[in-house]
């Protein structure tokens, strides 16, 4: 009986010590209304604050039309879309990990209506007023993203389309990229996307002076348990081999948390047209925010040649 009690136990802790690392990088509990106006307390964030507030107090003012779809699994999502002009491009915009489509796109959004495209900021499954409780770092979400495009070429039948997304945000859109997209999807932005899930989450434990090697088998059972996903499916260097449209990437080369080598792999891997712009002492998601006339020149070379703007 003794060695019944120790497997037990033993497995015991096992699924607890799963659960917690479960609950830790992808479990967001209802209500999880980010507030936009939460800039990240490392000091990068703190010299551009002023900046971004204003930035994101100026878009927080603009009028917007509340979209909501089902996705492939019934999760409900919901969008906010900006109307610039009748028949314009539009770009759909995809927000990262806890984070805000308002304040991630805060310099974007400015961008693309200042290009003279309509907007759809979307709120990422377990975000804002989306549906969901499990993020799974790009792996359901593009399948969002697929549902997102299909119902903007309904709606919006042959205006030419590009995807943009920031961090977690940015390897959504890579993967989506390797999907069955409609035809009026002209081309991807990834502004500091990470080469997969599996080694952001390392990256991040070993930030922490965590155990990665020890700890990733729990984090991945605790996934394939709680979450009903494998964080280890697939990556966004491999899913963008698949890509037929033109792939812009944009990365701070100062960035702490998405290693600038990642977008590197990525590029690296795509199979077709791509452009790849890294920005000095631009920290995660700040390339906008440090380098303005950069970034816009960037990205204006981009949708000309893309969208023909």
Not at 151 to 175: E, I
Not at 211 to 221: D, E, T
Request: glycine share 8%.
């Amino acid at each position: 009986m003794l060695w019944l009690t120790i497997m037990a136990a033993a497995a015991a802790f096992i699924l607890l010590a799963a659960y917690i690392a479960y609950r830790v990088p992808f479990y967001h509990p209802l209500p999880h209304r980010e507030d936009p106006y939460a800039i990240p307390t490392e000091e990068q964030y703190q010299r551009g604050r002023d900046v971004m507030v204003s930035l994101i107090r100026e878009f927080d003012a603009i009028p917007y039309e509340e979209v909501n779809i089902i996705s492939y699994d019934g999760t409900p999502l919901r969008g906010r879309y900006y109307h610039i002009a009748d028949g314009a491009p539009l770009q759909i915009e995809v927000h990262g990990w806890h984070g805000s489509a308002i304040r991630d796109f805060c310099g974007g959004n400015k961008l693309a209506r200042e290009m003279g495209m309509n907007t759809l900021l979307v709120d990422q499954r377990a975000h804002g007023e989306s549906g969901g409780r499990t993020i799974t770092f790009g792996l359901r979400e593009r399948y969002d993203c697929q549902a997102w495009c299909r119902y903007a070429a309904q709606r919006w039948p042959g205006v030419p389309t590009v995807l943009a997304g920031v961090s977690m945000g940015a390897a959504t859109v890579l993967m989506a990229a390797g999907l069955d997209l409609p035809e009026q999807v002209r081309g991807v932005i990834a502004d500091c996307p990470y080469s997969s899930p599996v080694d952001i989450i390392k990256k991040v434990m070993r930030d922490d002076h965590l155990p990665a090697a020890l700890l990733w088998p729990f984090v991945r059972l605790g996934a394939r348990l709680y979450g009903r996903f494998d964080p280890a499916e697939t990556t966004a260097a491999r899913e963008i081999k698949k890509a037929k449209v033109p792939i812009l990437i944009i990365h701070g080369e100062d960035d702490r948390f998405v290693p600038c080598d990642m977008s590197r792999e990525i590029y690296d891997a795509c199979p077709g047209p791509k452009m790849r712009v890294t920005f000095p002492d631009a920290g995660h998601g700040l390339s906008y925010i440090v380098d303005t006339e950069g970034y816009r020149r960037a990205v204006t070379r981009f949708c000309r040649e893309t969208l023909r703007l």
